[in-house]
């Protein structure tokens, strides 16, 4: 119990950040009972812990210096997922280092579910966009509806759908996969039984969401779009998905071959419990908080250089008219923003510049867009070289009124020019460790084209290879 309060002083700020969103996201609310249903259900097993020798673990120091790292990346970069996967997998990585494999097999179940604080899945959402829309294309063309899909966009006879971000069911998905590991856990005995259920219980959500976008699609095209749509949407979504929760437990219910047995009787206590050397003990416990202050010092001294790139014929623009244009990547915060058109060719030039990588002004988080997902839909991608950059990621995207755009995007950091987001958020999470500039820049080049597709990328593919390396070279202030 020390231990867990020096952990929650020294994680404070990364502690906070997760409790924000399990507030503020319904879809993590019950992160709140994770820990505490974990110390109750180690508690009820005592009897089986003490019974068991205890040893130190290196596999377990291997795990400490993992999680370092990784709680040192999401620092650096400003990732707060990176952080809140280190300091809960600290938690069951500890108890294997400072108490053994012998002890931690009784219990590892109950440590795993830890991880379940870590509020993370809804990066998921454009797979499980795609997924839905598969599937539900899939069943409709199998009852005979004829159907037309364009990326996200699907349309039927009598009207139009899109598989939205809140339709993807990830929310539903994530809510399955906690009950469905929790159940097998407390309900099964065969340790088979428990991994079947767990699995069915991460498909079962993924084909459920399929269907009740079909039923959607379905009703509203047999309804004439009366019904299924508005409210009646949110309400036959909640409603299916509650139906399919007890169908969930009704499978468990009926698969189901004994319930979880309590050790929670001392009866014996394994003499290695006593004969353990205490100094070492608590030197070991304190080694992840002395790494994570240093770590936090490193950060804090990061260095604070400003950082820039070149913007030939580019005019420095407010944040609300990047806005007010409707093929303008949504990337917030940003120190500058610029924008450029040439109307010889129709190509629009956008640049976000982060002088720093600071909270605040992260270029890269989750919310981040290279398009308004509101108003344009992913058909495709591809990748276009230019020489002395590398590969410039190019989305080709398309609107309910079928307006066709080709969109180029690539960032400039401090030692890298990429497309990547995970190769560029770890560019800048090392250029902070190691006290270089931090900063960064977003670049995209937007091309608007109607007709052959080919013929748009040939012209992408000339406007890239001139104008690019012009938009690249980083100014150090």
Same mark, same amino acid.
């Given at each position: 119990?020390?231990?867990?309060?020096?952990?929650?002083?020294?994680?404070?700020? &990364?502690?906070?950040?997760?409790?924000?969103?399990?507030?503020?996201?319904?879809?993590?609310?019950?992160?709140?009972?994770?820990?505490?249903?974990?110390?109750?259900?180690?508690?009820?097993?005592?009897?089986?812990?003490?019974?068991?020798?205890?040893?130190?673990?290196?596999?377990?120091?291997?795990?400490?210096?993992?999680?370092? !790292?990784?709680?040192?990346?999401?620092?650096?970069?400003?990732?707060?997922?990176?952080?809140?996967? #280190?300091?809960?997998?600290?938690?069951?990585?500890?108890?294997?280092?400072?108490?053994?494999?012998?002890?931690?097999?009784?219990?590892?179940?109950?440590?795993?579910?830890?991880?379940?604080?870590?509020?993370?899945?809804?990066?998921?959402?454009?797979?499980?966009?795609?997924?839905?829309?598969?599937?539900?294309?899939?069943?409709?063309?199998?009852?005979?509806?004829?159907?037309?899909?364009?990326?996200?966009?699907?349309?039927?006879?009598?009207?139009?759908?899109?598989?939205?971000?809140?339709?993807?069911?990830?929310?539903?998905?994530?809510? &399955?996969?906690?009950?469905?590991?929790?159940?097998?856990?407390?309900?099964? @005995?065969?340790?088979?039984?428990?991994?079947?259920?767990?699995?069915?219980?991460?498909?079962?959500?993924?084909? #459920?969401?399929?269907?009740? #976008?079909?039923?959607?699609?379905?009703?509203?095209? #047999?309804?004439?779009?009366?019904?299924?749509?508005?409210?009646? $949407?949110?309400?036959?979504?909640?409603?299916?998905?509650?139906?399919?929760?007890?169908?969930?437990?009704?499978?468990? $219910?009926? !698969?189901?071959?004994?319930?979880?047995?309590?050790?929670?009787?001392?009866?014996?206590?394994? &003499?290695?419990?006593?004969?353990?050397? /205490?100094?070492?003990?608590?030197?070991?416990?304190?080694?992840?908080?002395?790494?994570?202050?240093? @770590? /936090?010092?490193?950060?804090?001294?990061?260095?604070?250089?400003?950082?820039?790139?070149?913007?030939?014929?580019?005019?420095?623009?407010?944040?609300?008219?990047?806005?007010?244009?409707?093929?303008?990547?949504?990337?917030?915060?940003?120190?500058?923003?610029?924008?450029?058109?040439?109307?010889?060719?129709?190509?629009?030039?956008?640049?976000?510049?982060?002088?720093?990588?600071?909270?605040? $002004?992260?270029?890269?988080?989750?919310?981040?867009?290279?398009?308004?997902?509101?108003?344009?839909?992913? /058909?495709?991608?591809?990748?276009?070289?230019?020489?002395?950059?590398?590969?410039?990621?190019?989305?080709?995207?398309? &609107?309910?009124?079928?307006?066709?755009?080709?969109?180029?995007?690539?960032?400039? @950091?401090?030692?890298?020019?990429?497309?990547?987001?995970?190769?560029?958020?770890?560019?800048?999470?090392?250029?902070?460790?190691?006290?270089?500039?931090?900063?960064?820049?977003?670049?995209?080049?937007?091309?608007? !084209? /109607?007709?052959?597709?080919?013929?748009?990328?040939?012209?992408?593919?000339?406007?890239?290879?001139?104008?690019?390396?012009?938009?690249?070279?980083?100014?150090?202030?």
């Amino acid at each position: 119990l020390a231990w867990l309060l020096l952990w929650c002083v020294v994680f404070y700020d &990364s502690l906070l950040s997760a409790m924000d969103v399990w507030i503020v996201n319904d879809t993590f609310n019950h992160c709140f009972l994770v820990v505490p249903g974990v110390l109750y259900v180690l508690w009820q097993q005592r009897g089986a812990i003490v019974a068991r020798a205890p040893s130190f673990s290196w596999i377990g120091a291997v795990g400490l210096v993992g999680a370092t !790292f990784v709680y040192a990346l999401g620092q650096a970069a400003h990732v707060e997922l990176l952080q809140h996967i #280190a300091i809960f997998g600290l938690l069951p990585i500890m108890a294997l280092l400072l108490f053994g494999w012998r002890v931690v097999l009784v219990v590892w179940a109950p440590l795993a579910f830890t991880l379940f604080s870590v509020p993370v899945g809804e990066e998921l959402i454009p797979v499980f966009q795609d997924v839905t829309a598969d599937m539900a294309v899939m069943m409709l063309k199998l009852v005979g509806i004829p159907v037309y899909r364009d990326g996200l966009y699907i349309s039927v006879s009598n009207g139009d759908f899109v598989v939205a971000e809140a339709c993807s069911g990830v929310r539903f998905f994530i809510a &399955s996969v906690v009950i469905g590991c929790a159940y097998a856990y407390l309900n099964f @005995v065969a340790w088979w039984r428990s991994l079947a259920f767990a699995v069915f219980s991460i498909v079962l959500p993924i084909v #459920a969401n399929g269907i009740r #976008a079909f039923g959607i699609i379905y009703i509203g095209h #047999a309804t004439e779009m009366e019904h299924a749509a508005g409210a009646d $949407h949110l309400i036959y979504g909640w409603f299916f998905f509650a139906v399919v929760i007890v169908f969930l437990i009704l499978i468990g $219910h009926w !698969f189901s071959d004994g319930h979880r047995q309590w050790q929670n009787q001392v009866t014996q206590i394994d &003499s290695g419990w006593q004969q353990r050397n /205490k100094l070492a003990l608590v030197v070991t416990a304190l080694v992840p908080f002395v790494l994570a202050l240093g @770590v /936090k010092g490193i950060v804090s001294q990061a260095g604070s250089q400003v950082f820039d790139v070149a913007s030939p014929e580019l005019e420095v623009v407010p944040a609300e008219q990047v806005i007010a244009n409707n093929w303008t990547p949504r990337f917030d915060d940003a120190n500058v923003y610029r924008l450029g058109f040439d109307s010889s060719d129709g190509v629009s030039t956008y640049q976000a510049i982060y002088f720093r990588n600071e909270p605040g $002004h992260e270029m890269l988080k989750w919310s981040q867009r290279f398009f308004d997902v509101r108003n344009w839909s992913l /058909k495709g991608q591809y990748t276009q070289p230019i020489p002395g950059l590398g590969a410039v990621t190019v989305s080709h995207v398309t &609107s309910l009124s079928g307006r066709q755009r080709l969109l180029a995007h690539w960032f400039v @950091v401090p030692g890298m020019v990429s497309s990547s987001v995970s190769i560029v958020k770890l560019q800048q999470a090392i250029n902070t460790l190691f006290m270089r500039p931090s900063g960064g820049a977003v670049n995209a080049i937007s091309l608007d !084209f /109607k007709g052959a597709m080919e013929q748009a990328r040939v012209e992408m593919e000339q406007v890239l290879l001139e104008r690019a390396p012009q938009l690249s070279e980083p100014v150090i202030n």
